[in-house]
């Protein structure tokens, strides 16, 4: 079965240019180019995927990008002309799973693309896990903290199984960007990337949040213990 992916772009090139790139790899593309019709389509389409512009007429894409995290999980990547450290860190804190900034590389963005999906898929394969009030369903992308449940993003929880699987061991912020997020070298962009992700865990997770320790100068671990 095809992948599904949505393309919300106000630039007809882009759109177009992004369209060719991923049907030639075989996913099926749904377009649009406004905000209002990007949450329209969501709930119609159910994409497996969204690339997501940031400046558009209406209803921008951080706010799109808002309101999708408000209930799902849909992966998210968002690409836009908005290059500044300041965008990429809100983009990332208000759930997108990557930023890539216009001029963009078509092979890297179907790279991209690809690796998502592929780490998506690869989370059914894991079992369930539960550590004192932390049960944890890679394969459903299911959290429970006292028994209620905990909404996250595909990176979040990705991010969480890398830590969890590595068994006490500490991970690196290289480690964890090519694992998770598939860069093969980190710039301070990208470091900041892990940092904002794991607070939002941390967040999320509240008092099963200790379990998450920051080896300083070095990365991060999961504390198993009780």
Do not use: N
Not at 11 to 37: F, N
Not at 72 to 90: F, Q, R
């Amino acid at each position: 079965m095809r992948t599904k992916v949505l393309v919300v772009d106000d630039e007809e090139d882009i759109l177009e240019l992004v369209r060719y790139h991923l049907e030639r790899e075989g996913h099926q593309v749904v377009g649009c180019r406004d905000g209002k019709s990007a949450l329209d389509l969501v709930g119609r389409e159910k994409p497996d995927l969204v690339i997501l512009d940031l400046l558009m007429p209406g209803v921008d894409g951080l706010e799109v990008c808002r309101r999708l995290r408000q209930d799902s999980a849909i992966p998210i990547i968002m690409l836009t002309a908005k290059a500044e450290e300041t965008d990429k860190v809100i983009g990332l804190e208000l759930g997108a799973d990557d930023y890539m900034t216009k001029p963009f590389s078509p092979r890297e963005m179907v790279a991209r693309v690809k690796a998502i999906l592929r780490r998506g898929a690869a989370a059914s394969e894991e079992g369930v896990l539960s550590l004192g009030t932390l049960t944890m369903d890679f394969g459903r992308y299911q959290v429970l903290v006292r028994g209620k449940g905990v909404s996250f993003t595909a990176k979040e929880m990705e991010l969480l199984k890398a830590l969890v699987q590595a068994r006490g061991r500490v991970l690196s912020r290289d480690f964890l960007l090519e694992r998770v997020w598939g860069y093969d070298r980190a710039g301070e962009i990208e470091s900041r990337t892990v940092d904002v992700h794991i607070r939002r865990l941390r967040e999320k997770l509240g008092p099963e949040a200790r379990r998450i320790v920051t080896v300083k100068g070095v990365g991060y671990r999961f504390d198993r213990g009780e």
